[in-house]
C-alpha cells in the first residue's frame, strides 16, 4: 500500500549513476553571511592594490598608460583571481565558507573545475557588485537551493559541509509493550521502511496532527506484516513503532555482541597452537 502522506524531506542531490549524496544545500542566511565576509576581503584588497599603484604611480611619476594598467590589474586580482584561486584551490571553498562551513560542489558533488569558479567570479562582478546583490538576492530566494545566476550558469551549488550531528538517542520499549514485545516475533525490517520509521518518530510532534495519523498509520500497517503477534488493542501506533524499532534494535544488538564474542573465541583458540612434537 502506498503511504497515505509523504514525510517533509530535504532535496536531494543524486548522481549520473543514480546515487544519493547526502549533501544539503546551504540556506540563504549562511550565504549571505559567507559572502560578506569574503567581499570584505576582495575590497581590502582590492582597494589596497589600487592605493599602492596610485601612490608607486606618483612617486616615480609612472606613465599614466602603467597606472590605468596598475588600477585594471588591481580589480581583476581582487574581483576574479581571488574567488577563482580559492575556489579552484581549496577545492570550492574560501575564506568565507571555511568560516561558514560551506562548500561550493558541481550538480553531481564533485569539486568545481577551473572554468566553471570563472564563470563564477564573472558573473558575480555584474549580479552582485554592479546591481549592489540585488539580482544575486532575489535569485536566490527563488531557486530551492538558494543558487545565485552564476551557479546556474556554471551548474553549481552551495553545500551546507559542516553541520552539527544530532545527539545519539537510545530507542526505549515503552512500558505498557514490554511484555508484548519480549515475546513478540520480530523480524528484519525492509530499509526503507525503517528509514520512514526513524525519519517519523524524531519529529512527530512538528508534523501537522492529521498527516502525523496518517503516516503513524500507514506505517503501522506496513510494519504489521514483519510483527507476529499483533500488539495489544488499543495501542497507539507510535508507541507501537517505537516499541518495534526499539525491539530489533536490542535483539540486533545481543546477535552481533554473541557474534563478536564467538569470533574472539576462535580468535584465542587459533592463537593456541599446540607446539609439535
Known sequence: MPP?????????????????????????????LSYLIDGAIILALSFGLLLATVI???GYALDPGLIRAGVLLSSITGFLAYPVLTETLLRGRSVGRLATGTRVVRLDGGPVHLRQSLLRAIMAMFEIWATTGVIAVTCA??????????DLLAGTMVVQERMRAPAPVRLEVPESLREWARSADVGRLPAPLLRDIRAL???????NPQS???ISRDLLERTLEHVAPAPPAGTEPEQFLQAVLAERSRRDEVRLR??????????AETRAVPFSS
Open 141 to 150: 530566494l527563488i531557486d530551492p537551493r538558494s543558487r545565485r545566476v552564476g
Open 212 to 214: 502525523r495519523r496518517a
Open 56 to 58: 608607486l604611480g606618483a
Open 4 to 32: 497515505a502522506a509523504a514525510l517533509p524531506e530535504r532535496e536531494a542531490l543524486v548522481t549520473g549513476e543514480a546515487v544519493l549524496l547526502d549533501l544539503r544545500p546551504a540556506s540563504f542566511a549562511t550565504r549571505m
Open 258 to 267: 554473541a557474534a563478536d564474542a564467538r569470533e574472539r573465541e576462535l580468535a
Open 201 to 207: 518518530l524524531p519529529r512527530a510532534d512538528a508534523l
